[in-house]
Nanobody
Framework: QVQLVESGGGLVQPGGSLRLSCAAS????????VGWHRQAPGKQRELVAT???????NYADSVKGRFTISRDNTKKLVYLQMNNLKPEDTAVYYC?????????WGQGTQVTVSS
């Protein structure tokens, strides 16, 4: 079983940058597919970016070219570098890890993009 804890959220102006981190505990982290999702008020949770255990990535069209997902298996960390942030990126961002049909979520971190 994996426990996930996000950090790095906050308030940023449009055009600014933030880096979210997700710290994982538990074994076999390197075998997990990981990802970031977000949920804005009144909207459904949506996928932002994923990374397989082999390093393949996938991004939502709305963040392509602005966000980058990465992982450090040695430190059991997942990152989401967010550049050129827009007000519509405002949401609670959740880290997700999955392996063999089992999925785990963090508690979320708030990102607010506003001037």
């Amino acid at each position: 079983q994996v426990q996930l804890v996000e950090s790095g959220g906050g308030l940023v102006q449009p055009g600014g940058s933030l880096r979210l981190s997700c710290a994982a505990s538990g074994s076999a982290f390197s075998f997990y597919a990981v990802g970031w999702h977000r949920q804005a008020p009144g909207k459904q949770r949506e996928l932002v970016a994923t990374m397989s255990s082999g390093g393949s990535t996938n991004y939502a069209d709305s963040v392509k070219g602005r966000f980058t997902i990465s992982r450090d298996n040695t430190k059991k960390l997942v990152y989401l570098q967010m550049n050129n942030l827009k007000p519509e990126d405002t949401a609670v961002y959740y880290c997700h890890g999955g392996l063999n049909g089992n999925g785990y979520w963090g508690q979320g971190t708030q990102v607010t993009v506003s001037s």
